[in-house]
C-alpha cells in the first residue's frame, strides 16, 4: 500500500549521503567491469602461507594508488550467497531473511537496477558472464528485470567435461573465451564476470594447482589456498587481455568478494593458520572473518589507497553511481555512498547482528573491536548508542523485507526511470 511505500521512502531519504564532491563523476563514462571473486574471503590479501603470497595479483591491486581499497567491507548475504551479495550490490537492496531473493521473488518483482540506471541516465550497454547455466539461482529471468542486455552463461562457452570445476568453466577459460564478446559490445558498458572455480569444496586439477595447499586437517581448508591462487592469476590474464584489448584504458575495474569461503566451525581450523588459538576462537572472531575485498580500480587514478572506512555490500551502487558521475538521491536504496562524510558506519548482517567502528554486535553480546574483548556491563551512553543502532538495523531490515515481499518498487517510478520490460531481452539469442 503506499503507506508501506512511505515507510520506506521516509527512511532511505533520510538515510541518504550526499556525494563527496571532489569524487563524484571522476570515472564519468568509463566501462565498468566488476569481476566477482567466489567465496574470497579478506584475510587472503595480503596473507603469506608458509611465507608465500597467495594472491600477489590482488594484492598489488589491493596496493596501487589507482585502486580505492576498503580493508573493512563486509559481505551481508543470508542463505541466498552469491544470489543475495547479486542482489545488494546491484540494487542497495537486501537480501531475504530466509531463502534467496533471487530465486523466491526475482521473476515476478519489479527491481531499478544498476543496468537499468545506468542504461537509461548514462547510455551504457550490460552483460554478464559466468560459466554456469542460465538458470541457476533463477538468473536467466532476474536478469532481465535488472535489465542485463546480454547474459553469456555457459551455453556460450565450451563445457566440455576437463573445462568444468564443479560450479562450471574454469575461472581462466571464463575471462580468456569472453573477450571476443566483450570487444563487441557498445561502449561505455556495465558488465559483471562470476567467478566460480574457488567454490567450496576448492578442488582443481593438478594441471590447475600451481600453489602448494594448506596443513590443516580439513581439505576444504587446504585447498581453499590452492583456488584463491588460481583465481588470482586468472584475474591477472584478464588485466592482461584488458590491456591487450586497449579497453583498460577506458574502464575502471570493481573486485567483490561475495561472502565467507570457510564456515564458522570450519573456522576453528583455519584459526592456526591466522596465529590464533581455536581454544579461544569465539562468536566476534568469526564476524571478523565476514570482511571480504572491495576495490574500485580506476587506471590513472594517483590518490587512491586502503580506506579504513566500515562498509558492505548495501553501500556498492551508490558508492559506483557517484563515482560515475550520476546522483542517486532518486532512488530507494538501503546503502549509502562509502566516500560521503554521511556515510553510514553501521553495518548490518541478515541476521541483525551489526558491526560499526568500534563495536560488534553479535546476536545480543556486544563486543569492543580494538581489544575483541566482550563488554558485558556497558556505560549508560554505550548502552543508549547500541540501542539506537539496533533499532536502525532492525528498522532498515524491516522496512527492506517490506519493499521486496510487498513488491513495492512497482508503485514507485523514480524521475525519468522507464520501467524494465523483462520481455526486450532474450538471452538465447546468438551474440551480434
Ligand atoms: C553458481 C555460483 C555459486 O552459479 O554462483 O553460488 P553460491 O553457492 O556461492 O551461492
Ligand atoms: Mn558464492
Known amino acids: 500500500s503506499s503507506s508501506d ?34 567465496s574470497f574471503e579478506q584475510f587472503l590479501i595480503n596473507y603469506k602461507l608458509d611465507g608465500q603470497e597467495v594472491t600477489p595479483f590482488l594484492n598489488s591491486i589491493y596496493r596501487s594508488k589507482s585502486t580505492y581499497s576498503f580493508s573493512n567491507f563486509f559481505n551481508q548475504v543470508g542463505q541466498g550467497k552469491t544470489s543475495d551479495a547479486e542482489n545488494m550490490l ?15 521473488l526475482g521473476t515476478d518483482n519489479t527491481f531499478q537496477a544498476a543496468p537499468a540506471i545506468l542504461n537509461q541516465r548514462a547510455g551504457y550497454s550490460s552483460a554478464v558472464f559466468h560459466g554456469n547455466k542460465g538458470s541457476f539461482w533463477n538468473r536467466d529471468n532476474v536478469y532481465k528485470n535488472f535489465g542485463y542486455q546480454y547474459f553469456f552463461d555457459s551455453s556460450y562457452f565450451n563445457t566440455s567435461a576437463n573445462n568444468l570445476t564443479e560450479y562450471g568453466v574454469k575461472d581462466k577459460l571464463l575471462f580468456h573465451d569472453s573477450i571476443k564478446y566483450l570487444e563487441h559490445l557498445q561502449q561505455p558498458f556495465y558488465v559483471k564476470y562470476i567467478t566460480v572455480t574457488n567454490h567450496f569444496p576448492y578442488e582443481l586439477d593438478k594441471k590447475n594447482t600451481t600453489f602448494p595447499a594448506a596443513n ?20 591477472k590474464e584478464f588485466f592482461t587481455y584488458l590491456k591487450k584489448s586497449g579497453l583498460y584504458d577506458n574502464s575502471i575495474i570493481v573486485i567483490y568478494g561475495d561472502h565467507y569461503g570457510i564456515s564458522d566451525s570450519r573456522n576453528l581450523k583455519l584459526a592456526p593458520l591466522l596465529g590464533k588459538s581455536a581454544a579461544t576462537w569465539n562468536d566476534f572472531d568469526n564476524m571478523q572473518m565476514q570482511r571480504v575485498p572491495f576495490m574500485i580500480h580506476i587506471p590513472g587514478l594517483k590518490s587512491g589507497g586502503v580506506q579504513t ?7 556498492v551502487l551508490p558508492t559506483l553511481l557517484h563515482l560515475l558521475g550520476i546522483s542517486s538521491k532518486r532512488y530507494i536504496q538501503f546503502g549509502t555512498d562509502l566516500f560521503s562524510k554521511e556515510h553510514d558506519q553501521t553495518v548490518a548482517f541478515r ?13 545480543g553480546d556486544i563486543y569492543q573491536n580494538k581489544t575483541g574483548e566482550q563488554i558485558t556491563h556497558p556505560s549508560a551512553k554505550l548502552a543508549a548508542k547500541i540501542k539506537k543502532d539496533n533499532q536502525k538495523v532492525n528498522t ?9 515481499n510487498k ?18 531481452y532474450n538471452y538465447k539469442d546468438d551474440f551480434g
Open 90 to 104: 546491484e540494487n542497495s537492496v537486501y537480501g531475504l531473511p530466509q531463502g534467496s531473493l533471487f530465486s523466491a
Open 216 to 235: 590443516t586437517d580439513d581439505d576444504s581448508v587446504n585447498n581453499y589456498f590452492v583456488t584463491a591462487h588460481y583465481l588470482d592469476q586468472a584475474v
Open 351 to 363: 541476521n541483525g547482528s551489526f558491526i560499526t567502528p568500534h563495536y560488534s554486535y553479535v546476536d
Open 396 to 404: 532498515e531490515l524491516s522496512l527492506s523485507d517490506s519493499l521486496n
Open 5 to 38: 511505500l512511505n515507510r520506506v521512502l521516509d527512511f532511505t531519504r533520510k538515510h541518504y549521503a550526499k556525494p563527496d564532491a571532489s569524487l563524484f563523476g571522476i570515472a564519468k563514462g568509463k566501462n565498468v567491469i566488476v569481476i566477482h571473486l567466489e
Open 309 to 315: 572506512t566500515y562498509g558492505g555490500e548495501i553501500d
Open 407 to 424: 513488491n513495492l518498487l512497482r508503485y514507485y517510478v523514480p524521475k525519468g526511470f522507464k520501467p524494465v520490460d523483462p520481455k526486450n
